[in-house]
């Protein structure tokens, strides 16, 4: 990779972010991903499946088999182009346009999955909502609790709803992130809902073991989605990556085979309670 490709031109998008207005776009499409059946006749919901590492998920959980609903915000294009690869790759989508820090919209969610396709098996969690601010004391009431609504409650309801229609032996898969395994300055409030879905992944992970319903998480390092020029400034995203030992942010397409790991019981059928790191080469202790 060229210097060139390791660093980013200054850029903002305004929330939540287009794909097609950042520069360079992601890899987000797994071009290159052959599926080989292992979530054949599945079907799988993403939540935040119109962009970055959710689009990725749902283009690779299709490759192996899956049909794939996407819930997302307002990314109506974005949502409209993964749907096309869904289908592109010979399964159904199905999209939910829907505020997921919203209880009701959660069941809905899961609801119209179920509607679509008789049945849910995999479960990725995977919207996000992150705001950086650098003074602790900055941060609002109102962001502390969007933050924990989006990132943690979400998940809650999603999950719940999901449970009632989860056969005995499915998968659910939560995104965190680095930042909840070692914190951020800039993103207390986001880390610390980081830091409560890996927690969440343990205890449910022991609690859904009786059904062997598997329960892991997986916490990137930084990665090229809209979600970032869409929250930090310019001069941040020009920079954004270049901490870690390999030097760069990850694409999108590098991550999501660790959820096609943790949905295939046959990739991972003794794993549950795990949180997989794809960090860029960091090391944590513990």
């Not at 609690?207 to 997986?218: K, Q, S, T």
């Not at 954004?240 to 660790?258: K, V």
């Amino acid at each position: 990779m060229s210097d060139e490709e390791r660093a980013f031109p200054p850029q903002q998008q305004e929330r939540p972010g287009a794909t097609a207005e950042m520069t360079p776009e992601p890899h987000d499409e797994m071009r290159g991903y052959e599926g080989s059946g292992k979530l054949a006749g599945r079907a799988a919901l993403v939540t935040g499946g119109d962009s970055g590492i959710g689009r990725a998920v749902a283009i690779a959980f299709a490759k192996e088999g899956a049909d794939v609903s996407i819930a997302y915000l307002s990314e109506d294009d974005d949502a409209r182009h993964t749907a096309s690869l869904i289908e592109a790759a010979g399964r159904r989508a199905h999209t939910v346009a829907a505020d997921l820090s919203r209880e009701e919209n959660c069941r809905r969610a899961v609801a119209e999955t179920v509607e679509a396709f008789g049945k849910l098996d995999v479960l990725a969690n995977n919207i996000a909502y992150q705001a950086p601010t650098d003074d602790f004391m900055e941060i609002s009431s109102e962001q502390w609790e969007r933050t924990f609504a989006t990132n943690v409650h979400s998940f809650f309801w999603t999950t719940k709803a999901a449970l009632e229609h989860l056969p005995d032996g499915a998968a659910i898969v939560n995104t965190s992130s680095i930042n909840g395994l070692r914190g951020h300055k800039s993103l207390i409030d986001y880390s610390a809902t980081k830091g409560a879905i890996n927690a969440f992944t343990y205890a449910l992970a022991q609690a859904l073991a009786p059904r062997r319903i598997r329960v892991n998480a997986v916490a990137p390092g930084p990665v090229w989605t809209p979600l970032i020029p869409s929250t930090f400034p310019a001069d941040k995203v020009e920079q954004f990556g270049a901490n870690t030992p390999m030097g760069r942010a990850a694409q999108p397409d590098e991550i999501a085979p660790s959820y096609v790991f943790f949905a295939s019981a046959q990739l991972s059928s003794y794993y549950s309670g795990e949180v997989l790191a794809p960090i860029g080469g960091e090391t944590l202790p513990g």
